[in-house]
């Protein structure tokens, strides 16, 4: 009797699993395409997440987990470019339009993502990153030797480990943080997000955090070799490291600007921001 | 008609000719000649270079305008007397680059004039404060298009936009206020480009 129990409360677990899934209408679908050296992979996708990854040989694989029919997945290649776009459907919202991707692309591909909610993933590439999301989060990481463009409207952005790259960040209320990031040009424009950035600043290259009312911070060693100004025009300004003095077109003023060399001054470091805090920590 | 009575009324020509007129142009080769060589001379003096002195007149009566505004005074007889060839020589270019510096600087302080009564309307509202009314038209467009396309999105673009405008507005001030700074104009680049970007992802990116 006891058996007949368990049996019979185990079908009915079953039975509702099954349901769930029945309810929930995924269906999985998968593109494999072959490409050349420095092919691009284009991904516009309104709602869910998208990884790319580095694969095998010179294939890119598209894994898509559609979560309805309220959605249809468009895809396309000519020569080296594919292209993958996520077509909403009519009725179709966040929930019934989310298409999640997993990507795998030759490590040398050139990768351009475009989201609202996202999050975004990429990791260990070479080629040039373009991404866009407007309040998706934004994770880059082990990335080397390209282009790494991102724009957000409020999702926070993360690099980490991204060197000798030509970086550009612009978000307008999204927190950025750099955890070494270095390469020839460091950009980021923010407006009310903070900036975070970790790193020695490399060497000979050109690092701008500017926003408007987000706090910047900045944390480099004692052995940073930078030429560095930093100014806000009604927000604080601290400076932990012993500068030489430089000439500036401005008065650096105690409290709201500095500017000076360290070490051979390989690097220009410029940290400004019109009313945040701004504070170059010593690690 | 004879060639007398042709050239009493050439000056009339230019209301419309008569056929007695025509007939005599035809059939007379001096009259014809003369009306084309009035012809070129009229054309050609409508291509006369800016860098061509005009006549005396032109001098007198910019002179005349400037005296009558009070922008010049008639200089004392006496002096004027003894002084005139001298001056006259001189005023001939003194005047037309009195003028035109009177009408540059008239043109800019009437700028002036009309920005400053702009700018105290706008008031200096205190960093990282929005008010309601400073939304410019344009931004109000964009916003009708992403409630259109995206109602769930609207409230973010317009909270995003109002950070953006308090930035291009701070940046503004700071630029105006030290047109030299270079650091200034680099925030207001940096404002700018971030509402570019607004645009660019409202219209173009990320929506259907």
Redesign the interface.
């Known amino acids: 009797m006891y058996r007949k129990q368990s049996t019979a409360i185990f079908a009915v677990v079953m039975v509702l699993v099954l349901a769930t899934f029945a309810a929930a209408e995924t269906s999985r679908k998968e593109f494999h395409f072959k490409v050349g050296r420095r092919a691009s992979i284009s991904i516009?996708n309104?709602y869910g997440p998208i990884s790319v990854k580095p694969g095998p040989g010179k294939h890119v694989t598209v894994i898509a987990t559609l979560y309805s029919d309220k959605v249809e997945i468009d895809q396309s290649k000519s020569g080296k470019r594919v292209s993958i776009n996520s077509h909403?459907l009519e009725g179709a919202d966040?929930t019934t339009g989310r298409v999640d991707y997993e990507v795998l692309v030759p490590g040398d591909t050139n990768v351009t993502l475009?989201?609202?909610t996202g999050p975004l993933h990429v990791e260990r590439l070479y080629g040039d990153v373009i991404i866009?999301?407007?309040?998706a989060l934004v994770d880059v990481r082990d990335v080397s030797s390209g282009h790494v463009h991102i724009?957000t409207?409020?999702g926070a952005i993360t690099l980490t480990n991204v060197s000798d790259a030509h970086v550009e960040i612009?978000s307008?209320?999204g927190d950025v943080a750099l955890n070494t990031v270095n390469g020839s040009l460091v950009h980021v424009?923010s407006?009310?997000g903070k900036i975070h950035y970790d790193g020695d600043f490399g060497e000979a290259g050109d690092y701008s955090l500017?926003s408007?009312?987000g706090d910047i911070e900045a944390i480099a060693p004692y052995y940073a070799s930078i030429d560095v100004v930093a100014?806000s025009?009604?927000g604080k300004v601290e400076n932990d490291f012993p500068l030489l003095p430089e000439h500036t077109?401005?008065v650096p003023r105690s409290g709201s600007a500095f500017a000076g060399t360290m070490g051979k001054a390989a690097s220009s470091v410029?940290l400004?921001s019109?009313?945040g805090k701004i504070h170059l920590k010593k690690r | 008609m004879t060639c007398e009575e042709f050239e009493r009324v050439l000056p009339e020509l230019g209301s419309g000719h008569s056929n007695e007129l025509e007939e005599h142009l035809k059939s007379c080769l001096a009259c014809s000649d003369l009306v084309g060589d009035l012809n070129a001379i009229s054309q050609q003096a409508r291509l006369l270079q800016a860098s061509e002195e005009p006549s005396p007149w032109v001098w007198k009566s910019i002179e005349a305008s400037l005296q009558q505004e009070g922008l010049i005074r008639q200089p004392q007889q006496e002096r004027a007397r003894t002084l005139v060839p001298l001056l006259g020589w001189k005023l001939r270019w003194l005047v037309p680059l009195a003028a035109a510096f009177l009408v540059v600087f008239g043109v800019l302080m009437h700028e002036r004039r009309g920005v400053q009564p702009e700018l105290a309307k706008r008031g200096t509202p205190p960093v990282g404060v929005v008010t309601a009314d400073l939304m410019p038209s344009e931004d109000q467009q964009l916003l009708n298009t992403v409630a259109a396309r995206m109602p769930s999105m609207r409230d973010a673009y317009e909270a995003n936009l109002r950070s953006v405008n308090a930035y291009i507005r701070d940046a503004e001030q700071s630029a105006n206020s030290n047109p030299n700074d270079e650091v200034a104009q680099q925030y207001l680049m940096n404002a700018y480009e971030q509402k570019a970007m607004v645009y660019e992802m409202a219209l173009d990116r990320s929506l259907p």
């Open positions: 516009i309104q909403l966040a475009r989201s609202t866009e999301g407007n309040t724009k409207l409020n612009t307008v209320s424009n407006s009310t500017t408007h009312s100014r025009v009604q077109s401005f410029k400004l019109f009313s």
